[in-house]
Nanobody, 120 residues
Framework: QVQLVESGGGLVQPGGSLRLSCAAS????????MSWYRQTPGTERELVAC???????DYADSVKGRFTISRDNAKKTVFLQMNSLKPEDTALYLC??????????????WGQGTQVTVSS
């Protein structure tokens, strides 16, 4: 079965960096787009970044220039490098699998998430 396991979250000061990882299993990882979403209590889930199977990327305007999504198909892992973190980046970050190799095809599996807290 499909499994997505996130790691790398934690508490960081404003301006700091974190690198999130998502280990995937149960499907042909290289054939699917992968995304990171984030959610805070009482809000809609927000798409943060997506990477196609061919490694093209898309980002939310709020994270462009600060976050970088990447993937290692051999290790079946997707990463989110987060730099210049702000308190408003505080959220539960969730790894997702797209239905096809396109980011716009929608999401069919979600991980449990890893908490990122940006605070001094």
């Amino acid at each position: 079965q499909v499994q997505l396991v996130e790691s790398g979250g934690g508490l960081v000061q404003p301006g700091g960096s974190l690198r999130l990882s998502c280990a995937a299993s149960g499907f042909t990882f290289s054939s699917y787009a992968m995304s990171w979403y984030r959610q805070t209590p009482g809000t809609e889930r927000e798409l943060v970044a997506c990477i196609r199977s061919g490694a093209n990327t898309d980002y939310a305007d709020s994270v462009k220039g600060r976050f970088t999504i990447s993937r290692d198909n051999a290790k079946k892992t997707v990463f989110l490098q987060m730099n210049s973190l702000k308190p408003e980046d505080t959220a539960l970050y969730l790894c997702t699998k797209s239905r096809t190799f396109y980011c716009a095809s929608g999401t069919d599996y979600w991980g449990q998430g890893t908490q990122v807290t940006v605070s001094s």
